[in-house]
């Protein structure tokens, strides 16, 4: 059951910087689909350099690579919607990832049994399935506590989504609406 007395804090991440993307699109209507217990709170990547181990060495991490960091650790779980490039995880999405792992000693603070869910749209037949798959070890290494209660594999995007990025597939609004459900209730279980 979800804890109503408290609020659930969400951290969403889609892993595209294009303007139209379909993951982004997928994300807002995911924070549509949370409990009035649940806040999604959508986080971006665009600010997040390339990875630099000089810059790390010189500076530190950047900031707005601290400030996520900083809220992600404070959140209840994680939401990452990846998009696939070439049967696996986009490569700025993995950048971004690969800066809040760093220093190593903050990993357990950031990610440690953090609560982390996938999900993915691709215009394509196959849903992200391999994109998916490619996060595992990603996932495993930070320490996180990935949900595999359900997958929300979403394909031919373009006609799940209207040209404003609008969601208008009612069967994958209520596969999303079960999904974040399924995720919130796992987040109130280890919580
Ligand atoms: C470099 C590159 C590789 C891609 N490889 C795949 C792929 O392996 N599987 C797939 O379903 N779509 C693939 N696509 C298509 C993406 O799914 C599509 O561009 C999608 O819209 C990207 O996500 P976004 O809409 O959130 O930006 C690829 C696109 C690019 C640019």
């Given at each position: ?5 408290r609020?659930?804090t ?18 807002r ?15 971006s ?7 630099d ?9 950047p900031?707005?690579?601290q ?9 209840n779980?994680l939401?990452?919607?990846?998009p696939?490039?070439n049967?696996?995880l ?6 971004a ?6 220093p190593?000693?903050d ?13 993915g749209a691709?215009p394509?037949?196959g849903?992200?399935?391999l994109?998916?798959s ?8 930070l ?7 359900a ?9 799940v ?7 208008v ?5 209520s596969?999303?609406?079960?999904f ?10 280890i919580?």
């Open positions: 059951m979800i804890d109503t007395n609020t659930t969400i951290i969403g991440i889609a892993g595209s910087l294009r303007r139209g993307s379909f993951n982004a699109a997928l994300l209507a995911a924070a549509e689909a949370v409990s009035p217990a649940t806040r999604l709170e959508i986080a990547i665009r600010e997040i350099p390339l990875y181990g000089d810059v790390e060495a010189e500076k530190g991490v900031d707005a690579v400030k996520l960091k900083d809220r992600i650790a404070s959140s779980g939401l990452l919607v990846t696939e490039y049967n696996s986009p490569g700025v999405f993995k950048n990832i690969d800066w809040l792992s760093r190593a000693k990993i357990a603070r950031v990610f440690g049994d953090r609560p982390v869910a996938l999900m691709t394509g037949p849903g992200t399935i994109a998916q490619a996060w595992l070890p990603v996932l495993r290494t320490g996180t506590h990935p949900w595999f209660g997958r929300l594999l979403v394909s031919g995007a373009g006609k989504f209207d040209a404003a990025g609008n969601l597939d009612e069967h994958v609004r596969q999303l609406k079960s974040m459900t399924g995720f919130e209730q796992f987040i109130g279980r919580g």
